[in-house]
C-alpha cells in the first residue's frame, strides 16, 4: 500500500470544536481549548504519522469579523491556509438549524478553491440523530463537499473514522516530518498559548480577549531536567491588571500553577514558570507589540 502524507486546515467559526478535535487526533494538548470562541490566535501545525499515512493537520483561528489588527491577522491566517493545503476539513455544528452569516461567508470562500472540502458536522452527541438528515441537506445544498461527516470531537471512536475519510484523500508522498515529531510550532509559542488558555478559564470574558503573553526568558537545562520561563501578560487597562493579578496576587498564583502543569505535561520537565502583568493600552492595534508578540508576519 502506497504512503499518502499531506497537510489538512481545519476551519470553522470560533468555538465549533476545531482545537478538541485536533487534539483528539493527535492525543496530546497542542492546541489550546475553551467555551470561549476565538481562543486560537496562531495556525496550529500538529503532526500524525503512522505506518501508511503522515498527517499535517493546521488549526486554524475561528473565522470572524474582525474587530482590530490583531482580529485581521487572525483572519488572513486562517484563510491564507485554503489553497496550500491537499485538505480542507470544514467544522459546524449540529446544534444549529440553518446557516449563519458566519458559515455563508465561509462557503463563499471555499467555492473559490480547489482544495477538496469535506464538512465535519460536530457536537452530534448535543443533538437528537432525526435532526441530522435535514442538516447534512441543508450543507450539501450549500457547497459541493466531498464528504459530510457527523462527529463528535470528544469521542475517541471519531479518531480512527476521521483518519479512515481523510487518508481517502491525501495525495501519495514521502513523509513531510520526523516520525517522532508533534509540532512544528515553536517552544515559546505553546507556552504562550497555554499560558492564554488558563486565563480564559479563569477570567470573565473581556479580560483575556485582551491581553497578549510575551515569553521573555525560556532556559532549558537539560542536566537537572528543568525548563525556566519568564513570561509578560499584557493588558489593555489598569482594571484588567488588577483582575489578573487577584486579590493578593491569587489569580495569578492560580494561572500560573495551571499553566506550570500543562507545559510540564507538555514537554516533560519540571517547570520553574514566572508571570508579570504589564499595560499597554491597545496593544492589538499596535504593529509593534503584534511584531514582539509574534502576530506579524
Not at 497537510?7 to 470560533?14: A, E, M, V
Not at 467555551?35 to 493546521?58: C, G, L, S, W, Y
Not at 531536567?225 to 489593555?236: M, P, S, V, W
Request: charged content about 30%.
Amino acid at each position: 500500500m502506497a504512503f499518502k502524507s499531506g497537510f489538512i486546515t481545519i476551519i470553522g467559526r470560533p468555538n465549533v470544536g476545531k482545537s478538541t478535535l485536533l487534539n483528539l487526533l493527535t492525543g496530546e494538548k497542542v492546541s489550546i481549548i475553551s467555551r470561549k470562541p476565538q481562543t486560537t490566535r496562531h495556525n496550529i501545525r500538529t503532526v500524525v504519522t503512522r505506518e501508511d499515512f503522515q498527517m499535517v493537520f493546521v488549526d486554524t483561528p475561528g473565522i470572524h469579523k474582525p474587530k482590530n489588527k490583531l482580529g485581521e491577522f487572525m483572519m488572513n491566517a486562517a484563510m491564507d491556509t485554503l489553497d496550500d493545503v491537499d485538505i480542507v476539513l470544514y467544522m459546524v455544528e449540529a446544534t444549529e438549524n440553518e446557516i449563519g452569516p458566519g458559515d455563508q461567508s465561509i462557503i463563499a470562500a471555499l467555492k473559490k478553491v480547489h482544495t477538496p472540502v469535506i464538512l465535519a458536522i460536530n457536537k452530534v452527541d448535543l443533538v437528537e440523530k432525526s435532526s441530522l438528515l435535514p442538516l447534512i441537506d441543508m450543507y450539501s445544498k450549500a457547497h459541493d463537499f466531498r464528504e459530510i461527516v457527523p462527529i463528535s470531537a470528544t469521542d475517541p471512536r471519531t479518531v480512527e473514522l476521521m483518519f479512515g475519510i481523510l487518508k481517502k484523500y491525501l495525495p501519495e508522498g514521502e513523509k513531510l516530518y520526523p516520525d517522532d515529531m508533534l509540532t512544528d510550532q515553536p517552544a515559546k509559542v505553546l507556552v504562550q498559548e497555554l499560558i492564554r488558555e488558563k486565563m480564559l478559564e479563569l477570567l470573565d470574558d473581556e479580560v483575556p480577549h485582551g491581553v497578549g503573553i510575551e515569553v521573555v526568558r525560556y532556559n532549558e537545562n537539560e542536566e537537572r531536567n528543568i525548563l525556566g520561563i519568564d513570561a509578560n501578560i499584557y493588558c489593555e487597562k489598569a482594571s484588567h491588571k488588577a483582575i489578573i493579578i487577584g486579590k493578593g496576587g491569587e489569580m495569578l498564583k492560580r494561572i500560573g500553577i495551571r499553566a506550570r502543569e500543562d507545559i510540564e505535561r507538555l514537554f516533560g520537565m519540571k517547570v520553574v514558570l514566572k508571570l508579570w502583568v504589564k499595560v499597554k493600552e491597545d496593544w492589538r492595534n499596535s504593529d509593534y507589540m503584534l511584531n514582539e508578540l509574534g502576530y506579524k508576519s
